[in-house]
């Protein structure tokens, strides 16, 4: 069983900043791939940010230049920090990684509970 724990969001100003913090537990072998995503009431889910093993990254256009996605592996953690914050950014956001469990050559998709946050104007 993998698990992931996701913690940061709240209430913010626009312009102010938040960190999300997402942390996976279990039977992990290796987690090659972390993103983070958001979902606004009467919208689809749409991908934020995505950070790969080599540390690489990509971002949706919307966030390019205000948010940061970083990992730190030996912690099996993926972090969001979202400076220049938009009421538009608003939303559920959540934490997704591709995790290879030891003893098994498959990969799973394991998504965290979200966590909400809200941007004021």
């Known amino acids: 069983q993998v698990q992931l724990v996701e913690s940061g969001g709240g209430l913010v100003q626009a312009g102010g900043s938040l960190t999300l913090s997402c942390a996976a537990s279990?039977?992990?072998?290796?987690?090659?791939?972390m993103t983070w995503s958001r979902q606004a009431p009467g919208k689809q889910r749409e991908l934020v940010a995505r950070i790969s093993s080599d540390y690489s990254t990509n971002y949706a256009d919307s966030v390019v230049g205000r948010f940061t996605i970083s990992r730190d592996i030996a912690k099996k953690s993926v972090y969001l920090q979202m400076n220049s914050l938009l009421p538009e950014d608003s939303g559920v956001y959540y934490c997704n990684m591709r995790v290879q469990q030891r003893g098994s050559d498959e990969f799973r998709d394991d998504w965290g509970q979200g966590t909400q946050v809200t941007v004021s104007s």
């Open positions: 279990g039977n992990i072998f290796s987690i090659p791939v």
